[in-house]
Every structure is written in structure tokens, then in C-alpha cells.
């Protein structure tokens, strides 16, 4: 009944954007907080940012912070990911994820999607 389906990914050259989207269904959207992780080959799974339930309050890791902006359009239930100044070190996979609060507790994720990928290379 969940369902978060991400859309956006793709190649970028280092320093270029993307634009990340999640299109969630299947709960009250603007209830939860929401988040993005990530996950590269041979590393473990990153929390990357979370957004609390109304957008008041936003969160990034420090790897991220500065070049990425975490929003959501409730009236739209999509979550969004901006990109900028992306680096090699940012190629992944993005998943969008709920949280199980509408506050964000990185360890509290009860659905994911199934994921878009990031490619930053020359």
C-alpha cells in the first residue's frame, strides 16, 4: 500500500545538479517526516537528509551540507532532492525513504523506494 517511487537520477559531471523526486502514496503524506539515503558499491547505506512532516525544519549530513536541499510539496505528496556542486564522491543509489514520526530519527525508516541512480563522473 506504501509506495514511494523516485524519479531523477541519472549522470552529471562534477559540479553539475540534479534534481531528485519521490512520489509517495499509500499513508497521509503530510504527517511523516521524510528522508534520502544512499548507498555507493562497498560502503554501507548513508542517511543523506530529512525534512520534518510540514517542511518547517530540514537536516543533512555533513558530507552533503551546503550543496544539497532537501524540500516536500505536501499538497503534492512528492519529496524532493535538490543536487548541487555534485561531486564523484556523491554516485549512488538514492533511495527516498518515510520516517515513522514527523520528526526526523535517522534510525526510524519504515518504507523505502526502490531507489534512482546517481552517476557524477567525467
Known amino acids: 500500500q506504501v509506495q514511494l517511487v523516485e524519479s531523477g537520477g541519472g549522470l552529471a559531471q562534477p559540479g553539475g545538479s540534479l534534481r531528485l523526486s519521490c512520489a509517495a502514496s499509500g499513508f497521509n503524506f503530510s504527517s511523516y517526516a521524510m528522508s534520502w539515503a544512499r548507498q555507493a558499491p562497498g560502503k554501507g547505506l548513508e542517511w543523506v537528509s530529512g525534512?520534518?512532516?510540514?517542511?518547517?525544519?530540514?537536516y543533512y549530513a555533513d558530507s552533503v551540507k551546503g550543496r544539497f536541499t532537501i524540500s516536500r510539496d505536501n499538497a503534492k505528496n512528492t519529496l524532493y532532492l535538490q543536487m548541487d556542486s555534485l561531486k564523484p564522491e556523491d554516485t549512488a543509489l538514492y533511495y527516498c525513504a518515510k520516517n515513522e514520526d514527523p520528526w526526523v530519527i535517522r534510525n526510524r525508516i519504515d518504507y523505502w523506494g526502490q531507489g534512482t541512480q546517481v552517476t557524477v563522473s567525467l
Open positions: 525534512i520534518y512532516s510540514d517542511g518547517s525544519d530540514t
